[in-house]
């Protein structure tokens, strides 16, 4: 097919492959591929040619938008073979939309390399930026060596505070690691438990319907604020108990804190999510944290018995060569 590229001679713009790619950002052979897969629509055959037009373009934005928001080619797929069979597709990129929005007020900002180091003792650290970049406390600007995004200003203002107080780096960056992961813990479980009691009714066809995925859409605005005021809250609640503790230990302990002082706050364990899905699936949900105190508590008694045992064998064992 030769001639200029888009064609405005017939109702709607028509693009030759090549046209296309340049109007939508994709490659051809991309174009190709979403073709062999079903992705888009196919197009009319002219002579040798094949002619695309306007609603493939929007189609190939479409792809593109649902892709960047994490969505695999065999999901959107189903999501466009239904807005194809007529169900709609507005409400569940409205959907979308609400849950790859921001969940929080505050604003990305911005920090050169020489701000950075100023807070951080004047001096770089080459290391500690690479960390903060893995962490997603600092985003690299294309094209710009001496900048960085910070998606979170009070993250990085709590690292400042930390690091003033004389917390290392390398500590500040550790804790931070463990501590996201007890977060994701508590937002999965959260999840779960929303999907459970409350959006089991709108998501319960796949791909859901314009209608379910629309309520779906407002609920998710009027629970958003839900799980951080509960974090907030219980966190709150938990800092202010076992800060007291501490501070009745420190002013009033006459000895060092012992694994067995039963003063201590509990230390909290973080089981993977495979493990508790393996008790899930073995005992039920409502008895994992029975099955698994118990368990410890058998761990610790076979201990015991293994090092009564041994010491028994032990004592055995010097009384014979006595």
């Known amino acids: 097919m030769s001639g200029p590229g888009p064609s405005a001679g017939r109702a709607g713009a028509e693009y030759r492959i090549e046209d296309l790619a340049h109007a939508s950002g994709a490659t051809v052979r991309t174009i190709r591929a979403y073709q062999d897969r079903g992705l888009l629509p196919t197009p ?40 194809d069979a007529g169900r709609g597709l507005g409400g569940v990129l409205g959907l979308v939309a609400e849950v790859h929005g921001p969940w929080t007020d505050e604003r ?12 951080f003792g004047g001096t770089s650290d080459e290391q500690a930026v690479a960390e903060a970049v893995d962490l997603g406390v600092l985003e690299r600007i294309p094209g ?12 990085l203002a709590v690292a400042v505070e930390l690091y003033a107080a004389g917390v290392p780096l ?12 007890q977060v994701e813990q ?55 108990t076992f800060a007291t503790r501490h501070l009745e230990h420190h002013l009033t302990a006459e000895k060092p804190f012992t694994s067995g002082d039963s003063s201590l706050p509990p230390v909290p364990i973080t089981l993977p999510a495979v493990t508790i899905t393996a008790v899930e699936g073995l005992v039920g949900r409502e008895h994992v944290a029975a099955f698994i105190t118990a368990a410890a508590e058998r761990e610790v008694q076979a201990r015991a018995l293994d090092a009564l045992a041994s010491s028994h064998k032990n004592t055995g064992q010097i009384d014979q060569m006595d």
């Open 186 to 240: 508590i937002a999965s479980r959260f999840l779960e438990f929303t999907t459970e009691h409350v959006f089991a009714r709108y998501l319960g066809h796949r791909p859901p319907t314009d209608a379910g995925a629309a309520e779906a859409a407002s609920m998710v605005r009027r629970l958003r604020p839900l799980a951080q005021q509960t974090v907030d809250a219980e966190l709150a609640r938990a800092m202010r």
């Open 144 to 155: 710009r060596d001496d900048e960085f995004l910070v998606p979170s200003p009070q993250e």
């Open 108 to 119: 990305a900002d911005r920090i050169t390399r020489a701000e950075l180091d100023v807070k």
């Open 44 to 83: 009319e055959r002219r002579g040798r040619a094949n002619v695309y037009r306007d609603t493939h373009l929007s189609r190939l934005g479409q792809i593109a938008d649902l892709l960047d928001r994490g969505y695999t080619l065999a999901s959107i797929k189903e999501l466009l073979e239904a807005w």
């Open 170 to 181: 390398n500590a500040i960056s550790g804790h931070l690691r463990e501590l996201r992961g």
